[in-house]
């Protein structure tokens, strides 16, 4: 008799489903951000980085996937090369008065 295939109809998500879930977890968010997990970590123990929090009775340290995005948003806007307005080459030059003149 010859095998069958029966698509199984799990619960768990597949890897390809696994980005667009609305929270990530460390390893996850570290390829999401192109970053080691281990800069994630370092990140999350001097309270820098993305925001992030646990989950579950494990205490799994997960990220939500709009706070990733949010959180990249604000590091462009604080680049002064992403951000127009904080480079120091678009302000016009201050001209300071001399301390020198005489009444």
Same mark, same amino acid.
């Given at each position: 008799m010859p095998a069958r295939f %029966?698509? +199984?109809t799990s619960? =768990?998500?597949t890897p390809q =489903?696994?980005?667009r879930? =609305? %929270?990530?977890? @460390?390893?996850?968010?570290?390829?999401?951000?192109?970053?080691?997990?281990? +800069?994630?970590? @370092?990140w999350r123990?001097?309270?820098q980085g993305p925001p992030s929090f646990r989950m579950g009775p494990r205490g799994r340290v997960m990220y939500r996937r709009e706070s990733?995005?949010?959180w990249i948003r604000e590091q462009e806007q604080a680049d002064s090369r992403s951000n127009t307005s904080l480079n120091p080459l678009? @302000?016009?030059p201050q001209f300071r008065f001399s301390h020198t003149c005489k009444a």
């Open positions: %029966f698509p +199984t619960a =768990a998500p =489903a696994a980005p879930a =609305a %929270f990530l977890s @460390v390893k996850e968010a570290a390829e999401y951000l192109g970053l080691s997990p281990h +800069t994630l970590y @370092v123990h001097r309270r990733l995005y949010a678009s @302000v016009a």
